[in-house]
T-cell receptor
Framework: AQSVAQPEDQVNVAEGNPLTVKCTYS??????LFWYVQYPNRGLQFLLK??????LVKGSYGFEAEFNKSQTSFHLKKPSALVSDSALYFC?????????????FGAGTTVTVRA | GAVVSQHPSWVICKSGTSVKIECRSL??????MFWYRQFPKQSLMLMAT?????????EQGVEKDKFLINHASLTLSTLTVTSAHPEDSSFYIC???????????FGPGTRLTVT
């Protein structure tokens, strides 16, 4: 079984401030972790992933995430948020040992960056 | 690269009719495609997994006779909502993977409204 928790429904930050979106996961085997962003009435855009290797992963648009195995977390971060980062963010996990490639998504976190 | 398209982007149909949604991988061969349903401001719910040349695998609670999925080629999967009812109104999103990378690539989604 696999699951993702995003404990915050909403995150509000001022432009230029650091942005953090939290994610914790549960998976039986090796976690493959992903962050996606969704703008209104659009599909999901891939931001970054952790498969193996360095715990700090850098992705698109200046985002990064840190894999923490002991805390089973994969928080998304951006040092300086932009108004255009306002969107819905999803964390997802799948079991690397599974052959079905299914993703389990968190409930999503709405990020609002105010000017 | 890794572009997935959906057609139509939105559709309105009358109750009792059927509607077909296409999902295409434009620049890669998608051995596996996924169909999701998303309600407003909610997470994605996996409906089914579609593998080229074989029958789709439906998630528990998803009516396979109502949501017909066909994956006829490595670049095309279709979802047909049969005998649509207003409760089928939703945002339907497909994704595709080539099993070489690890992430799923998402289409822009299709907004279905059943009147």
């Amino acid at each position: 079984a696999q699951s993702v928790a995003q404990p915050e429904d909403q995150v509000n930050v001022a432009e230029g401030n650091p942005l953090t979106v939290k994610c914790t996961y549960s998976v039986s085997g090796n976690p493959y972790l992903f962050w996606y962003v969704q703008y209104p009435n659009r599909g999901l855009q891939f931001l970054l992933k952790y498969i193996t290797g360095d715990n700090l992963v850098k992705g698109s648009y200046g985002f990064e995430a840190e894999f923490n195995k002991s805390q089973t977390s994969f928080h998304l971060k951006k040092p300086s948020a932009l108004v255009s980062d306002s969107a819905l963010y999803f964390c997802a996990v799948r079991d690397g040992a599974s052959n079905d490639y299914k993703l389990s998504f968190g409930a999503g976190t709405t990020v609002t960056v105010r000017a | 690269g890794a572009v997935v398209s959906q057609h139509p982007s939105w559709v309105i149909c009358k109750s009792g009719t059927s509607v077909k949604i296409e999902c295409r991988s434009l620049d890669f061969q998608a051995t596996t495609m996924f169909w999701y349903r998303q309600f407003p401001k909610q997470s994605l719910m996996l409906m089914a997994t579609s593998n080229e040349g074989s029958k789709a695998t439906y998630e528990q609670g998803v009516e396979k006779d109502k949501f017909l999925i066909n994956h006829a080629s490595l670049t095309l999967s279709t979802l047909t909502v049969t005998s649509a009812h207003p409760e089928d109104s939703s945002f339907y999103i497909c994704s595709a993977t080539n099993l070489i990378g690890y992430e799923q690539y998402f289409g822009p989604g299709t907004r279905l409204t059943v009147t």
